[in-house]
């Protein structure tokens, strides 16, 4: 069997094909990040996702499937107990989470977590509650500017997040009291999945936004993924954008911090026209973090756009030995109620120059079968306790 020499995993992070059978355990009912996308922007100018089965995979009204797609495409479930971040990518390389994280969306933290916040950091909290992270700089940045309080607050996510003008705060001072934040919460009671730092600009309401130098303090993954084998065995795991953050940098032999959705696939073109042999794990969150929070529709699907329009230039500079994956870890319907991530199948759809092999595949129930695949080409073990198995033998 002939083996890729480069694997390029692009995560479109939260940019889901619908409802998974058991999504009304999650609060999630009729949900489908990407077919209710179109439905509220309109159709949308994805020619290279249409090309390579987009469109076949996931039907829409008002958009057209490609007759003879480039690529293979299947749609996978989750088989972890999550529907976030960190469950999703480590699902993706073997790991099967079966505990969800600690949340704290309705309750705020407890009251014994901030005092030792507040006394490690020198600073008083306000906020601790769940926002959306510009309405709760609107409410309360004024007020940490004049008084040196420190913003902190949650989501729906299994997230502690603390807000830090960069004039004001200094970002070596937010970065420290964030992993303070992140030695308090590996309490078993009270641990979260990430801390995120999230620094922000400007002086008055009205005036601020959040900056690129966010980063995120996630708890390492439960076990060894297909990452740490890739790395064990000599070959390169390039990360861009929050894949280091997600697996705390564990089997990453070189990180690129991206500064955006558009700016993550412009590294990762770079990347592609460079000498390597292994694997490029790419992340693209404003589609999550940007529009599916926010309950942005429109905005969404212009974020699709304009990555199709990248996608396109990646394409023209695949070799013949270079496989291409394009998945997501998760759902963020952003016509649903609420703010949170929605329980969905996600896509699988897989292209190389060299791909005899089109169309539809029968779908998998985990994420897995990507590290499992990507391992398999490799001709590298999983680890012990990973789960997946691969489907090389489709994608030839």
Same mark, same amino acid.
């Given at each position: ?9 692009? =995560? ?146 299994? =997230? ?124 693209? =969150? ?111």
């Amino acid at each position: 069997m002939k083996r890729y020499q480069r694997v390029f995993v692009v =995560v479109l992070d939260s940019l889901g094909i619908g409802a998974m059978p058991d999504s009304e355990k999650f609060g999630d009912v009729g949900v489908d990040t990407f077919g209710h996308i179109i439905e509220a922007a309109g159709p949308l100018q994805i020619p290279n996702l249409t090309k390579l089965g987009m469109m076949n995979l996931h039907p829409a009204a008002g958009m057209e499937s490609a007759e003879a797609p480039m690529g293979r495409y299947m749609r996978l479930g989750e088989a972890s107990n999550g529907k976030d971040t960190m469950t999703g990518h480590w699902e993706m390389m073997g790991l099967k989470t079966e505990k969800p994280f600690k949340t704290f969306t309705d309750t705020g933290f407890p009251k014994e977590l901030i005092e030792e916040l507040e006394k490690r950091c020198g600073k008083r909290v306000i906020g601790n509650k769940s926002a959306s992270g510009t309405e709760i700089l609107e409410e309360l940045a004024e007020e940490e500017i004049a008084t040196g309080a420190m913003i902190v607050y949650t989501s729906a996510d299994s =997230v502690l997040q603390i807000c830090g003008n960069e004039e004001t705060f200094d970002l070596e001072n937010l970065y420290r009291c964030c992993k303070i934040a992140r030695e308090i919460t590996m309490k078993e009671e009270w641990k979260v999945g990430r801390i995120i730092a999230r620094p922000y600009v400007g002086k008055k309401k009205g005036e601020f936004v959040r900056t690129s130098n966010r980063h995120d303090y996630a708890v390492k993954p439960s076990g060894r993924t297909v990452m740490n084998a890739l790395k064990d065995a000599g070959l390169d795991v390039i990360s861009v954008g929050k894949i280091n953050d997600i697996f705390s940098g564990e089997g990453v032999t070189e990180s690129n911090h991206s500064n955006s959705s558009v700016h993550g696939m412009e590294q990762t073109i770079d990347i592609c026209k460079k000498d390597f042999k292994g694997l490029c794990f790419t992340n693209l =969150v404003d589609f999550d973090a940007k529009w599916g929070h926010r309950r942005d529709p429109k905005g969404y699907g212009h974020e699709i756009e304009l990555f199709d329009e990248k996608l396109g230039i990646l394409l023209t500079e695949l070799r013949d030995d270079d496989l291409l994956i394009l998945t997501a870890d998760h759902g963020n319907d952003p016509t649903y109620t609420g703010t949170d991530h929605t329980r969905e199948y996600v896509p699988f759809i897989a292209y190389s120059p060299s791909m005899e092999q089109k169309g539809k595949m029968e779908g998998r129930d985990t994420f897995a079968v990507i590290g499992a695949t990507i391992a398999d080409n490799f001709g590298v073990e999983m680890p012990d306790g990973t789960i997946g198995e691969s489907v090389l033998s489709e994608l030839l």
